[in-house]
């Protein structure tokens, strides 16, 4: 009933920038918070930033100074612009929402996630 899809990943040479985006679509009533996480080989998955529908904004030390989220809520994505790439940003990042349906007369609450968009940063 709700499909993330991402773009924008790829390979970046340490130094560089990439912009990742996440469309969410659906029997969507709300969007609550939206978010980032990344997922390297042999880790568990992190959170990278999150921004709520007010506009808050939460970022993981690792990256704060260096990456971005923002939202537009008109078309229901979410960004990431990531400047200053070092190698161990390399990932699997996956795009996250907190999104209340509609299902008959009622809404109910849930997290929904991405496939996941491969980030690799060379050093």
Request: with cysteine; aromatic share 10%.
């Amino acid at each position: 009933q709700v499909q993330l899809v991402e773009s924008g990943g790829g390979l970046v040479q340490a130094g560089g920038s990439l912009r990742l985006s996440c469309v969410v679509s659906g029997r969507i009533f709300s969007i609550n918070a939206m978010g980032w996480y990344r997922q390297a080989p042999g880790k568990q998955r992190e959170l990278v930033a999150v921004i709520r529908s007010g506009g808050n904004t939460n970022y993981a030390e690792f990256v704060k100074g260096r990456f971005t989220i923002s939202r537009d809520n008109a078309k229901n994505t979410v960004y990431l612009q990531m400047n200053s790439l070092k190698p161990e940003d390399t990932a699997v990042y996956y795009c996250y929402a907190d999104v209340r349906i509609v299902v008959g007369t009622t809404t109910i609450d849930g997290d929904y996630w991405g496939q996941g968009t491969q980030v690799t940063v060379s050093s």
